[in-house]
């Protein structure tokens, strides 16, 4: 069975740091590209950030310079560190897992944060001014 475990989440004030981590199980992690989305209340789901299977990275220009993607493939784990944080990065965020192999892609933008990837259960981030 797929899993995307998520945790880290959390209440911070702006220009605090916060750390998620996403614990992936049941597929070849090692092939797979990871990424985090987010969605905020009324927003479409958003692609934050990716880290292919070749440690090539992506970052959204809203977020590029205050946040930092990882892997560790010995422990399958996916980690999204972010600082700097603004109220405007509210919202749920989503591990998600794609590859070619699986025919999967990773979208800027996604009606709803499900389909197309492999999914985590999502964990709530909240930024206060």
């Known amino acids: 069975e797929v899993q995307l475990v998520e945790s880290g989440g959390g209440s911070v004030q702006a220009g605090g740091s916060l750390r998620l981590s996403c614990t992936a199980s049941g597929f070849s992690f090692d092939d797979s590209d990871m990424g985090w989305y987010r969605q905020a209340p009324g927003n479409e789901c958003e692609l934050v950030s990716t880290?292919?299977?070749?440690?090539?990275?992506y970052y959204a220009d809203s977020v590029k310079g205050r946040f930092t993607i990882s892997r560790d493939n010995a422990k399958n784990t996916v980690s999204l560190r972010m600082n700097s944080l603004k109220p405007e990065d509210t919202g749920v965020y989503y591990c998600?897992?794609?590859?070619?192999?699986?025919?999967?892609?990773?979208?800027?933008?996604?009606?709803?944060?499900?389909?197309?990837?492999?999914w985590g259960q999502g964990t709530q981030v909240t930024v206060s001014s």
């Open positions: 998600a897992s794609t590859s070619r192999a699986r025919r999967q892609v990773f979208l800027v933008v996604l009606p709803s944060c499900r389909g197309g990837a492999w």
């Open positions: 880290i292919n299977s070749d440690g090539s990275t």
